[in-house]
């Protein structure tokens, strides 16, 4: 089955990356946003640094619905979701090669918004930089795996484009606020302690916990 | 007979909510911060514990369903999220007045009522995905499974957003905003609104339970006659 | 053991019934005609035996390796036809030769050339390419003969051949009766959801293409 995951995995990261449609696209609306905010707040002010984490992360949410739309439209144009199931991949694997996928595109988006942000506003983010490729592969773990099954599950729909946003948000949105917050404390260099650690534990604990039940669950959403 | 059981139940929780009113207006002191719009609270609070009890039969009856493919299950489902959805809202709504007359403002970021617009949000989204597909077996499974992320994402945000309020503390609802403990009379009146709101809740469930039998009865007969 | 059988098999989506108490078998070796007018529930069938969705009432036991031949190709795309193949054999479980399945098909020359750059008969014989290849034992073809030019259809019937004789069962829905008559040995004949004949292919059928539908058509 891993094995399974992995070849789905190298298909789809290739599949994106010889046409780089989702990824351009998010990209450009990531750095129009990036842009945005210099308009909504003033670039310079103190207030920048507090609300960093926020701007951020909320950015990452929405690319990465973009890109995460996309997971199994990839499969819909020829019927190739019924060929794999067919040959009897296990939907489980399926979903754990596409999450990776959506991972890695996700942690590509941020790997380019982060140094502009921090160019663009005079901040460096990148003061605890193993904390913050903690937070971001917890966090954007959140986001591809939930994405990952709700784009399963709308795969079919007419308003897919719609309907994924509009289950999806409110379900991150406990992620959304660990990563917020704890991306404010680590990109002013403060290791998180005490108080602060109850937003990793609940990172770690939001991924387990959605981790177990889309596992349990794929199955039910894509096999009659 | 079942009939005569429902109109009981409905008749009992009428008639306890009017003594509850009756009690409320006419027998409790008024509080001392609060004047005498703190008995908005015995609505808000049980409005809550009934909506969160409502999802956990939600949540329950989709993992039912779509374990055993039980029609009746997804019908035991959707009416309980809709009755859930329906007190959620009743809660927004006495949280927002008490806000507004209280604080001048219509809004606070309050936990109970930033959980309750999120949660709101969530069910609504599952609701208007049962819209979306019109397969019966199609829209049990994936509605299913919809339903039961809902309900773990509705508790994992009740403990994440309580954490963010202990860390970002602002306006809190509750009977003690003067501080101090609570009147006795005050939490007993509390839990006997919260019994005619669940037995209200039940009579609710039961008939949109029913509506959604026939419904899908309708539907079936439909689809037979055309596919003569 | 069968390769498939049907026992009671009924499917309803809600309370419309696509498929009605069917009962069949399938053998090694045999080569099935799934006939039956539009909406019969060809398709339904098909999706039923190659797992894809269960039936609602009855068992349907399916003990082989499956290859599935749809509406869809079921190819990607964005994908060149060796990185197709080579990612479809690495998810089958028997070794394929992936060189020599291009050279069979007929697309060595420009398997790394993007598939948006194919014909649609390349694109038809890449997809018998993929359903062909990792030696199915129970093959299901959703109307493939429609629309295949000339090559593609010279090459599905080599490979619906060559998949008889090493006793491969094979089903094949069509409307295109006088191809799929020359190779069947049985038929299933699809009447409103119920199962109206379910035998050997009749003598009849070689000359005359409407004779079933005549002889057993017309059950409500």
């Known amino acids: 089955m891993l094995r399974q995951s992995w070849q789905i995995f190298l298909k789809d990261v290739r599949m994106e990356l010889r046409g780089k449609e989702a990824l351009n696209a998010s990209l450009a609306f990531a750095l129009v946003v990036l842009i945005l905010f210099s308009f909504a707040i003033d670039p310079t002010s103190e207030q920048i640094r507090e609300i960093s984490g926020g701007l951020l992360w909320i950015l990452f949410a929405f690319s990465g619905v973009l890109l995460v739309n996309r ?35 996700i942690l590509m988006i941020e790997a380019v918004c982060l140094p502009v942000f921090s160019v663009l506003y005079n901040i460096n983010l990148f003061q605890l930089p193993l904390w913050l490729l903690g937070i971001c592969l917890l966090a954007s773990w959140a986001i591809a795996i939930l994405g990952t099954v709700f784009a399963a599950m709308t795969v079919n729909l007419r308003l897919r484009e719609l309907m994924l946003p509009v289950i999806l948000y409110p379900m991150i949105i406990p992620a959304l606020a660990a990563a917020m917050y704890l991306t404010n404390i680590v990109s002013v260099g403060k290791v998180p302690e005490g108080d602060d650690l109850i937003w990793v534990r609940l990172l770690i604990g939001f991924d387990v916990i959605f981790t177990t039940l889309a596992l349990g669950l794929i199955d039910t959403i894509l096999v009659d | 007979m079942f009939d005569k059981i429902l109109l009981a139940i409905g008749l009992t929780s009428g008639l306890y909510l009017v003594r509850n009113l009756y009690t409320m207006l006419l027998v409790l002191p008024d509080e001392a911060a609060q004047g005498m719009i703190y008995r908005i609270m015995f609505f808000h609070i049980p409005s809550w514990w009934t909506c969160f009890l409502s999802f956990l039969v939600a949540g329950v009856a989709s993992a039912i369903a779509i374990r055993s493919k039980s029609n009746r299950a997804d019908s035991l489902a959707v009416a309980a999220t809709e009755v859930g959805l329906a007190f959620t809202f009743v809660g927004l709504a006495t949280g927002m007045i008490w806000a507004k007359i209280i604080w001048g403002i219509w809004w606070t970021w309050d936990a109970r009522l930033t959980w309750a617009f999120i949660t709101a949000l969530t069910y609504a989204g599952y609701l208007m995905m049962r819209n979306m597909i019109p397969d019966p077996s199609e829209r049990l499974r994936v509605t299913g499974v919809l339903n039961v992320f809902s309900f773990a994402s509705v508790v994992i945000c009740y403990k994440a957003i309580d954490w963010w309020r202990t860390q970002h503390p602002g306006a809190v609802m509750s009977f003690r905003t003067g501080g101090g403990s609570i009147d006795p009379a005050m939490e007993g009146m509390t839990f006997h609104n919260f019994i005619a709101f669940l037995l209200l809740c039940i009579v609710l469930v039961t008939l949109r339970l029913r509506q959604e039998e026939t419904l899908r009865e309708i539907e079936g007969l439909r689809r037979l006659a055309y596919s003569r | 053991m069968s390769v498939l059988s049907a026992g009671k098999v009924s499917k309803f989506f809600g309370n419309f019934p696509a498929l009605r108490n069917l009962n ?11 006939l039956g007018r539009n909406g019969a529930g060809k398709t339904t069938l098909i999706h039923l035996m190659s797992g894809l969705s269960r039936p609602t009432e009855g068992t349907l036991e399916i003990t082989r390796r499956v290859s599935l031949l749809g509406h869809g190709i079921g190819v990607y795309d964005e994908l060149s036809a060796r990185e197709n193949l080579l990612f479809f054999a690495g998810l089958a479980t028997v070794p394929v030769d992936v060189e020599a399945w291009l050279e069979k098909v007929n697309l060595k020359d420009v398997a790394d050339a993007p598939l948006r750059e194919y014909s649609r008969g390349m694109r038809q014989r890449l997809a018998l390419a993929r359903a062909f290849m990792g030696e199915p034992e129970l093959l299901l073809l959703d109307e493939p003969f429609t629309s295949l030019d000339d090559k593609a259809t010279a090459l599905l019937q080599t490979l619906l051949a060559q998949a ?48 079933l539908y005549r002889t057993y058509g017309a059950i409500s």
């Open chain 1, 71 to 105: 997971s199994f439209l990839r499969e819909q144009s020829n019927d190739c979701l019924d060929v794999l199931l067919v040959n009897r991949v296990p939907a489980s694997a399926l979903m754990l090669g596409k999450t990776f996928a959506n991972l890695l595109f």
């Open chain 3, 164 to 211: 008889l004789a090493r006793k491969a069962t094979i089903v094949l829905s069509t409307h295109q009766i006088p191809e799929a008559m020359a190779l069947a040995t049985r038929i299933l004949f699809l009447e409103r959801g119920k199962l109206a004949y379910a035998g050997p292919r009749p003598e009849e059928m070689l000359t005359d293409s409407t004779w």
């Open chain 3, 24 to 34: 069949f078998t399938l053998e090694a070796g045999d080569c099935v005609a799934l």
